[in-house]
């Protein structure tokens, strides 16, 4: 079955870090370029990172840049995104997905997420 | 690139052919894509490409469009149709457009 399952996710008091993970299943995992977008609660999507198949390109948007880290196992299908330094605008589902193989930076496949609550 | 919506919420009725609006500040060449997302639940992925139907979307979805200006249209409104819709280039999404029934 073609999936991607996150964890990982969790309440964290401000200044703190997260791991969280990605462990994908039922395709060629390493061909595919892999992105992590969040959603603050009630609002709309934001691009987080991405990073190309055998961690040969990963880039940050501005929001995290300086705190994550994007990385990638091939060996065991999963991604990662480490954010140290949280803060509360970084509250929110983080969901897993995949870059479509031949359409430019489309998301085409979404993982269930994984809840970020930054909180004192 | 910035990406605006409209309307931010459609107030609509079951079978009623609803028309969402997307427009960029700069040309995009016809690479804009559609995604559905119901409540609680994970985006979907409709149109690619302003007008390519991915695979198991039923075909009352479409989308046209180019340069700045591009459409999702949704014919005869179905229950499971309440969503919030977004489109998206690159790594924009635009703010999302709610359909309530």
């Known amino acids: 079955q073609v999936r991607l399952v996150e964890s990982g996710g969790a309440l964290v008091k401000p200044g703190g870090s997260l791991r969280l993970s990605c462990v994908a299943s039922?395709?060629?995992?390493?061909?595919?370029?892999m992105t992590w977008i969040r959603q603050a609660p009630g609002r709309g999507l934001e691009w987080i990172s991405h990073i190309s198949g055998r961690s040969i390109f990963e880039d940050y948007g501005d929001s995290v840049k300086g705190r994550a880290t994007i990385s990638r196992d091939d060996a065991k299908n999963s991604v990662y995104l480490q954010i140290n330094n949280l803060r509360a605008d970084d509250t929110g589902m983080y969901y897993c997905?995949?870059?479509?193989?031949?359409?430019?930076?489309?998301?085409?496949?979404w993982g269930q997420g994984t809840l970020v609550t930054v909180s004192s | 690139i910035q990406m605006t919506q409209y309307p931010l919420l459609l107030s609509t009725s079951l079978g009623d052919r609803v028309t969402i609006t997307c427009r960029t500040s700069r040309d995009i060449r016809g690479n804009l894509a559609w995604y559905q997302q119901r409540p609680g639940r994970a985006p979907n992925l409709l149109i690619y490409?302003?007008?390519t139907l991915q695979s198991g979307v039923p075909s009352r979805f479409s989308g046209s469009g180019s340069g700045t200006e591009y459409t999702l249209t949704i014919t005869s409104l179905q229950a499971e149709d309440a969503a919030t819709y977004y489109c998206h280039q690159l790594q924009t999404f635009g703010p999302g457009t709610t359909v309530d029934i």
């Open positions: 997905v995949r870059l479509h193989l031949r359409q430019l930076m489309l998301p085409d496949l």
């Open positions: 039922g395709f060629a995992f390493s061909e595919y370029y």
């Open positions: 490409s302003t007008s």
